[in-house]
């Protein structure tokens, strides 16, 4: 097999997976107050909490002090490498040339920051297979704000599928992102616990 065809298969299956993901998203039926994703083909759903909302738009705030609104998303469906993964990540910030494919979709090519905060349904997906498809993403940088520990997990410098840099710190503590392609600090002060 030549790396042509190799190419084509792997392109081939990319348009399958999305094509599967929008079927999925077009067949759900998602309750008010609540948000739904697709994580290695399984369908989530998770009612939208206080403390959840806080910390959101906590950092959409942080965020919006340095960038325009049209590049920080909330709730938006991006599809990530990986088998089935439609996400719609809490937080994520694209880079200044992003732009929309033909079916209205950012690219997760074009993400440079993500930011998830933990509900208990669905905390192993943001410590497991999300991180692992952002990792394989190449995002830059990847938070987890967890209101049950009262900490957060800043991972960057993605390589091979992996991130190679861990900070974790607690609530309270500034969240140094400016040696990162986010630029900024992150205060935690305000975020509630659960």
């Not at 494919?101 to 497991?128: C, H, M, P, R």
């Not at 995002?139 to 993605?158: I, S």
């Amino acid at each position: 097999m030549t790396a042509e065809a190799i190419d084509r298969i792997d392109i081939d299956m990319a348009t399958v997976n999305e094509q599967i993901l929008d079927e999925m998203f077009d067949q759900m039926t998602i309750p008010e107050g609540y948000k739904a994703e697709i994580v290695e083909g399984i369908v989530y759903m998770s009612p939208q909490r206080d403390t959840h909302w806080e910390i959101i738009a906590d950092i959409y705030e942080q965020l919006r002090t340095k960038y325009p609104r049209k590049r920080v998303k909330s709730d938006v469906r991006i599809d990530y490498p990986g088998n089935l993964n439609g996400f719609a990540t809490d937080v994520t910030l694209v880079s200044e040339t992003a732009e929309k494919n033909a079916k209205g979709l950012w690219l997760w090519q074009d993400v440079v920051f993500v930011a998830e905060v933990i509900s208990k349904g669905t905390a192993q997906n943001d410590y497991g297979p999300k991180k692992t498809a952002y990792a394989a993403a190449e995002v830059p940088v990847y938070l987890v704000a967890d209101p049950y520990q009262g900490k957060c997990h800043l991972y960057t410098q993605p390589k091979g599928g992996e991130y190679v840099s861990e900070l974790t710190v607690a609530f309270g503590t500034d969240v140094g992102m400016t040696d990162s392609p986010v630029g900024l600090t992150l205060d935690t002060t305000e975020f509630p616990r659960d």
